[in-house]
């Protein structure tokens, strides 16, 4: 089994950034993406961005593109999400999530950490 643990998420003013991190232990070497996905209150979660564990492959939901920042150090069997140019709309839990291959869904899931825009 594969444990996820986030941390990075806080209190930051529009237009500021943070940079969130995501702990992976145990069966890492099972890990085929890791991504990150994000719930406002009353809203649906949504996916921000992902990246093959190994390859580095990235992809980004359109609303983050050319301001969030996905990558990983496989070495030290961690993920991050580098968020700049923050917005209040950008305020939710976000959540990293892996899952074991390109045909099966996001199935192993962080607590999450909270991160608050204000404008």
């Known amino acids: 089994q594969v444990q996820l643990v986030e941390s990075g998420g806080g209190l930051v003013q529009a237009g500021g950034s943070l940079r969130l991190s995501c702990a992976a232990s145990g069966r890492t070497f099972s890990i085929y993406e890791l991504g990150w996905f994000r719930q406002a209150p009353g809203k649906e979660r949504e996916f921000v961005a992902a990246?093959?564990?190994?390859?580095?492959?990235?992809r980004y939901a359109v609303s983050v593109q050319g301001r969030f920042s996905i990558s990983r150090d496989s070495v030290k069997k961690s993920g991050y999400l580098q968020l700049n140019s923050l917005k209040p709309e950008d305020t939710a839990v976000y959540s990293c999530?892996?899952?074991?291959?390109?045909?099966?869904?996001?199935?192993?899931w962080g607590q999450g950490t909270q991160v608050t825009v204000s404008s």
């Open positions: 999530a892996a899952r074991t291959s390109r045909f099966r869904a996001f199935e192993i």
């Open positions: 990246i093959t564990w190994n390859g580095g492959d990235s």
